[in-house]
């Protein structure tokens, strides 16, 4: 069953890719261990959660709108927001790139840059342990041909802790035909942080 408003989000550790300047050649990127508290303590945080990077709906709508909407989100009094997916460090930044996000390549105020984006930061759930722990694992094994996944939904958390969560089709189901995305939507979102304001 998926966490409710008012619940802490689940204390893990996110893998990372940052930049690294003293590795030469093409792929300059080390390692990085990036803690839920990293990102979430004593800030306002936008999550969204999606199936998978490339994916229709996730490349040509949940992501972009997203994107678009960073400045109007953030002057919400968000500090950041974050795309999460069940997909690895590797994937997740060819994804960026392949949305024509840009690339943060000096800044490494945020824990997950320097080589991250600039505006929306991707976060790699490779190992499903956010995803679990936040009640939203599903499979889409007989539809898609997926593992275990996320399924879709967005929040926003405060200091850790749920403020607001949607979540499509008011739950998950598991092997879903149809991938809802009705609520999770960047202009959902903003509907609610401005009338928070």
Known sequence: MPLAEGAEVPKVVFKARVRDAS???DNPFTWKDVTTEDIFSGKRVVVFSLPGAFTPTCSSTHLPG???DYEAIKACGVDEIYCLSVND???MRQWGLHQGLEEEKEDASNKLNPGNFKKVKLLPDGACLFTRGMGMSCVWEKERGFGERSWRYSMCVADGKIEK???EGGGVTQDSGPDPFEVSDSKTMLKYLQEKK
């Open 66 to 68: 997203y994107q678009g």
């Open 23 to 25: 590795i030469p050649g």
């Open 165 to 167: 969560i949607f979540v």
């Open 89 to 91: 460090a590797f994937v």
